[in-house]
T-cell receptor
């Protein structure tokens, strides 16, 4: 089944404790992206990647890191999480090299930073 | 920051009614995409628009890419209970490859 998977689905952590949210897609997509969703703000893009080893900042990259060492994986790293990073996070992928084409979204990761 | 203005924020309608929502921006967008998000899930693409003036239908859904490339609307005809959800517009901004999403329109359909 073609899909985007994220882990973990739920995470409660404390300020300053490094964490990684994994994202994997099995559709051989070039483009992958991370978004955060907050009430009243919709989805805001954090980082995106057009191909292996190519990553770029989105709208709200501060406090986040990403890597794209393999085509299928695009982990989101929070080196020192803070409470304002409490949010619902979505990973997405697309067959093109931009978000212009249909993006397939993962099920989401709900992160709480205490 | 947010560069798409989506309205209305929420709608409460009766089953069978038509729905209209729109997105506007002061910036030019190269594409407009409309997504729907069901509770507890990620957004799913409904309609994609790639040319200014383009009018596209997908079943009961119709969307248009504004001539100025700064706006788009989505219409849903004869709404049904499963239309409930949050609808987002999204677009590629200018010459960048990053994407912008509207804040969403939460639709409630009363049987």
């Amino acid at each position: 089944e073609a899909q985007v998977t994220q882990n973990p689905r739920y995470l409660i952590t404390v300020t300053g404790k490094k964490l990684t949210v994994t994202c994997s897609q099995n559709m051989n997509h070039e483009y992958m992206s991370w978004y955060r969703q907050d009430p009243g703000l919709g989805l805001r893009q954090i980082y995106y990647s057009m191909n292996v080893e190519v990553t770029d900042k989105g709208d709200v990259p501060e406090g986040y890191k990403v890597s794209r060492k393999e085509k299928r994986n695009f982990p989101l790293i929070l080196e020192s999480p803070s409470p304002n990073q409490t949010s619902l996070y979505f990973c997405a992928s697309s067959f093109g090299t931009s978000g212009n084409y249909e993006q397939f979204f993962g099920p989401g990761t709900r992160l709480t930073v205490l | 920051g947010q560069q798409l203005n989506q309205s209305p924020q929420s709608m409460f309608i009766q089953e069978g009614e038509d729905v209209s929502m729109n997105c506007t921006s002061s910036s030019i967008f190269n594409t407009w995409l409309w997504y729907k998000q069901d509770p507890g899930e990620g957004p799913v693409l409904l309609i994609a628009l790639y040319k200014a003036g383009e009018l596209t239908s997908n079943g009961r859904l119709t969307a248009q890419f504004g001539i100025t490339r700064k706006d788009s609307f989505l219409n849903i005809s004869a709404s049904i209970p499963s239309d409930v959800g949050i609808y987002f517009c999204a677009g590629q901004l200018g010459n960048n490859n990053d994407m912008r999403f509207g804040a969403g329109t939460r639709l409630t359909v009363k049987p």
